[in-house]
């Protein structure tokens, strides 16, 4: 079962973010404070979860959260700051929205970069441990995955609604294809041989 919080005494936030081996779509990251004596049997890594899974926690995880936020940042942004600190924007803009100011962040990973005056400790594979990070996890995957599945109705060439924008063969023989959309990445390597994709945009 996975912990409640790392620090008991403290208004902890679990912090994580999904896209970052992405081809296409902005990173999006949740912040998710948690009651203290929240438990649920179901809650763990997102990516372990089956989607109806997740979805069935969604509205469990708004409903009992004291606080709850989820944010994105851009391709464009990730293009011009890099995909590593995109990741810690996305994270801090959620942490923005907090209606509650956290005392303490629990971060997914091994790196953050410090929140204002926040302390934080970054937990490698948290969201298999603990609540907050797991619940952060999973509002900011279902997010993401059904932001995708809507960009797909208006390109339908990259298999989005199955990929998320993960370099799948699909995926990438789109691009090929059909060249990047203003919602590829461009400082990823779309293709192995890297063709011209600017025209297309």
């Known amino acids: 079962m996975l912990s409640s919080y790392l620090h008991d005494h403290l208004i902890e936030a679990g912090c994580d973010e999904v896209g970052r081996g992405c081809l296409s779509g902005p990173v999006v990251a949740a912040a998710v404070i948690l009651p203290k004596d929240y438990h649920h049997p179901l809650m763990n890594d997102s990516k ?17 959260a004291i606080s709850w936020a989820i944010a994105e940042v851009s391709p464009q942004e990730i293009d011009r700051i890099n995909i590593l600190q995109a990741s810690f924007l996305a994270m801090h803009r959620a942490i923005d929205q907090l209606t509650i100011k956290p005392e303490h962040l629990l971060i997914d990973g091994n790196r953050f970069k410090a929140y204002r005056d926040i302390p934080h400790t970054c937990v490698i594979k948290g969201d298999g441990k603990y609540l907050n990070i797991a619940a952060a996890s999973i509002l900011a995957k279902i997010y993401r995955d059904e932001l995708m599945e809507k960009l797909a109705g208006e390109y339908p060439h990259y298999d989005w609604e ?8 699909k995926h990438r023989n ?11 990445r461009m400082s990823f390597k779309l293709l192995p041989d890297q063709l011209d994709l600017f025209d297309s945009i």
């Open 174 to 184: 789109g691009i090929e294809i059909h060249g990047a959309t203003p919602h590829h």
């Open 48 to 64: 372990k979860l089956r989607k109806n899974t997740r979805k069935s926690l969604e509205n469990e995880i708004k409903n009992a």
């Open 162 to 169: 199955n990929n998320a924008g993960y370099p799948t063969a």
